[in-house]
């Protein structure tokens, strides 16, 4: 099974729901007691008393990001951990944008191409970006769900906007100013999601799926930190990847 297999984020995510989960995490809650506590949280904000309910969904959404995150995923969300307490607000979302980048390929992806649509044309519609999602994901019927939910919560985080038209989006002016030690997490998830082993630092710094993101790191800060392997191809060419390799 490929980690581009299985959709999984189809909720509205909210920001105050992610800092909850992550603050639950930072509390060293054990499973049970974030997903009881994520449960409680939503009780009369979304409908439903099963697992199979909106309610439900969104915690397994919530939970899957910061809670019991993939195998791959958890050295990465122990560093995001440790950063959030010293962090700004613009880092912390910054956080919570790597640990999705991390755990749920679908939301890189939306991002990805989103960046680059607004690269390009600086808005887009639903439509067009499920068209560019479907060379990678194929015709699903949840893809464009999937891709208006991740939508509507980057709106309610304040990083796109709706515009006069309906149903066109674009992005905000102001980018999130990241520094050193919150950008290396970035980098991080970017690989944790990647499906080559090695990328090169220039294509990191200026991935697409972090268009929100003034990210402040250079190569010293890269080689200097310890999750990283860099190694040079070429005159100018340093390539980044996980110290010990992929899980």
């Known amino acids: 099974m490929t980690r581009r297999s299985s959709i999984g984020f189809d909720r ?12 639950q995490v930072a509390a060293e809650a054990p499973p049970d007691e974030m997903r009881a506590y994520l449960w409680k949280l939503l009780e009369g904000v979304l409908s439903g008393d099963k697992f199979n309910s909106a309610r439900g969904k969104t915690v397994t959404v919530l939970n899957h990001i910061w809670g019991e995150v993939p195998d791959g995923a958890e050295a990465l969300r122990q560093r ?15 956080l919570h944008w790597a640990m999705m980048v991390g755990t749920y390929p679908v939301f890189t992806d939306v991002a990805a191409a989103i960046g680059r649509l607004l690269t390009l044309q600086g808005s887009f519609t639903l ?19 999937a891709g208006q939910r991740i939508v509507r919560s980057m709106i309610q985080w304040g990083v796109l906007r709706d515009t006069a038209t309906r149903g066109m989006y674009e992005g905000v002016p102001r980018r999130r100013k990241v520094g050193p030690a919150v950008g290396t997490v970035l980098i991080e998830a970017l690989l944790v999601d990647a499906e ?31 999750q990283f392997r860099v190694h040079r191809q070429g005159l100018d060419s340093d390539f980044v990847e996980l110290q010990g390799g992929r899980a």
């Open 127 to 145: 439509a067009h970006l499920t068209r560019r999602l479907v060379g990678t994901w194929g015709e699903r019927s949840t893809l464009e769900r």
């Open 12 to 23: 509205r995510i909210d920001l105050a729901w992610l800092d909850a989960a992550a603050a």
């Open 80 to 94: 995001a951990t440790l950063h959030l307490a010293g962090c700004t607000a613009d880092e912390r979302l910054a």
């Open 196 to 226: 080559e082993a090695s990328i090169p630092l220039d294509q990191l710094i200026g991935h697409p799926a972090l268009f929100p993101f003034e990210v402040g790191l250079n190569a010293s800060h890269v080689r200097d930190a310890s």
